[in-house]
């Protein structure tokens, strides 16, 4: 039997060992972690695009000859997360450097808020070089003239057709009007024996979250020479789209879906229905290109230049961090923009990347449906969103007025009633703009 | 002098964890209601105060008044099927409660409510597919025609609330097992000699005496009902635009006004009317088990 005095200083004994082992082990990691801070240089890159993720670990693995101790930490996650990841992580102040991916239109507010420093005169006389980038992606990745970002790739749309399905319908050439695109949607719907529509003819964006619905509608609204916002004198905007293009994109949608039933809001949709067969044709940006070469290899399928002109929607590098945390992360950003990574990134990716003056020849010649997205026609013109504050909250509001619009078959063949929504719409858009001090008179 | 210096003892004890829940509980609900009178797009470090101008813009949203209508069905709905489907689930197996595989029967329920949220909802999504979802094979076999069930207005809340209550019911039946546990056996000796059958007694004793349980898990699966999100983000949610029907809930309108349109004194102004609707729920509750204790 163990007396109590005994017991007691037994106690006391595993005590001073416990908290000499927990001192011991604290200042061991002390000491081992500011050893390991001294050799290594931690960087984070954060990205709205996951297909993105191997590219930039790509040119990490690159820049180990150069820069050896150098960990580069790539984050990339779906976009609507990564932009709260921002409105939060920025704000609330992250440690060390972080590299972020963002579109010129929205890190707006960013800049108007000092949260993001401009580039170092390197990066900026690269990006002023015309040489390099034409001055709309400069344009785009600077403000009042100073440079804040480095440009990457741009999202640019194109049709993507399935060849194999229009031999079938016998059609010989891919559509060249927007009146095409409905007749030949409504040649190449398969059907049941009930008349339901089993592959879509032109899978389009009819639900969902987020804005990407409103930039579907953009597109197409472009075609008929219509915007969802018109610029005017100095700074200011208005809507453009409760107007004769505005209905006649409607309608369309509208046509495709109820009256011609071509395709419905519960078919599989996107690049995955195309990839699978389910759907002819569909709009959609060139990163798709390299999303079929990985899944359907075998897809008989062509692109082709939309009638009159593409969404082009820049996106950029910018750097958060200061010292040589900072430096090492501009260099990261530098490195992104060397022709070899540009190369991979459009061969493996399948983003355009936004440098001139590069020999993409190798990956064009190598996958031929690249060029509906560089060898554009004489005159083919681009819109891009605009880098004005309440342009998330524009784009998103109209994306939920038009997702009810779609699922609203009194809308379809109805001039009136279609008309009505629009500038229901649009009152919607204007008055955002006039909270903002930005509506045109 | 005694009493005194016990007084401070134990004020002193408890006032680290008052301090700890103030910080954490009351700031952010303090702060939210001064946010809902600022307008702040969180990257400013200006915060002018506007008065009640973002609750006036909320009373003439669309969006906000969708969110508002969706959530309340929601959470209204999930209350009526959960409270008689957990009622009577644990009546049966409180009665079973000697059966060998009484285990089984508990576990089986209370799973999804452990389960976590988005690969269910993920298994959920795949039932309601309109295309491929074994919902739909299944009502072909009795002559119902495929139903839209992710893209229908209508449909799509009534899957978010078939989601919620399938999550919601495991923690309600747990609750009534223990009220039954906890009733008194003589009440039931004496109706089953006053020769109430086992519906009459579960119907005119085990109900009127789990009114207090009742009202505990009605408000509590009332109030998660109005907190409802991730059900409604996941199931509308793709990697690459096939997704279905956003239907719009308070929460998520929040976090959209909030993280997408850079409007928190908005957004704060939402969550001040989510606050006084629970607030409301969960007043009714106290005024109802207080009389209840009075009775």
Known sequence: MISTQRLEDRTVSTRSLARAALIGTALGAGLFGSLSAAGAQTITVWSGYPEMAPFYEHVAQGLKATHPGLNVKVEAIALREHEKRIALGLTSGEAGATVIELSGSTVRRYLENDLLPSAPADVSAFVKDPKNFDSFFTNDASKDGVVYGMPLFRGQASLFYNTDMFAKAGLTHPPKTMDEYTDYAAKLTLRDATGHPTVSGWSLRLSGGGQGIAEKFWTILFEYGGSVLEPAANGKWKANYANEAGRKTLKQYLDNVYTRKTVTVEMPADAEAFERGQTAMFIRESWVISDIAAKAPDLKYATAPLPIGSIGLPTNLYVKGEGKDAKAAWDYVMATNSPENLVWLLDKVGWLPNRGGVDYSAVTKAQPAFASFVDYPQGYKFFTLPSIAPIDEIMTRLAAQLAAAYSNPALAGNDAAIDAFLKSAADETNTILSREGLLAD | ?295
Not at chain 2, 126 to 147: R, T
């Open chain 2, 1 to 295: 002098m005694l009493q005194r210096k016990r007084w401070i003892f134990a004020m002193l004890a408890i006032l680290p964890t008052l301090a700890i829940f103030a910080w954490v509980r009351l700031y952010p609900i303090a702060d939210t209601l001064r946010l809902s009178l600022q307008k702040w797009d969180m990257l400013s470090k200006n915060k002018p105060f506007v008065g009640l101008a973002n609750f006036r813009e909320l009373m003439g949203d669309h969006l906000f008044q969708d969110a508002l209508v969706n959530t309340t069905i929601i959470a209204f709905g999930v209350l009526i099927i959960t409270i008689p489907t957990a009622l009577v689930l644990a009546a049966l197996i409180y009665h079973r409660t000697r059966s060998r595989f009484a285990g089984f029967y508990e576990t089986a329920v209370f799973i999804p409510y452990v389960v976590s949220l988005v690969p269910a909802a993920m298994a959920w999504k795949w039932i309601f597919d309109a295309k491929l979802g074994p919902l739909n094979v299944l009502l072909s076999m009795f002559g119902i025609a495929p139903q839209a069930w992710l893209f229908n207005p209508v449909l799509s809340v009534v899957c978010i609330i078939v989601l919620c209550s399938w999550q919601a019911l495991g923690y309600a039946v747990l609750i009534y097992i223990v009220g039954f546990k906890s009733l008194p056996v003589s009440l039931f000796e004496a109706a089953k000699l006053d020769g109430a059958s086992g519906p009459q007694s579960f119907w005119y004793v085990s109900v009127p005496m789990l009114k207090p349980i009742t009202l505990y898990v009605s408000v509590v699966t009332l109030i998660s009902g109005f907190n409802v999100y991730a059900q409604a983000f996941v199931l509308a949610s793709d990697a690459q635009g096939a997704p279905g029907r956003q239907v719009r809930v308070l929460v998520l309108d929040m976090l959209e006004n909030s993280f997408r349109n850079y409007r928190v004194g908005y957004a704060a102004s939402e969550a001040v009317v989510l606050l006084a609707i629970v607030l409301v729920l969960t007043l009714i509750q106290f005024s109802l088990l207080r009389e209840k204790g009075r009775s």
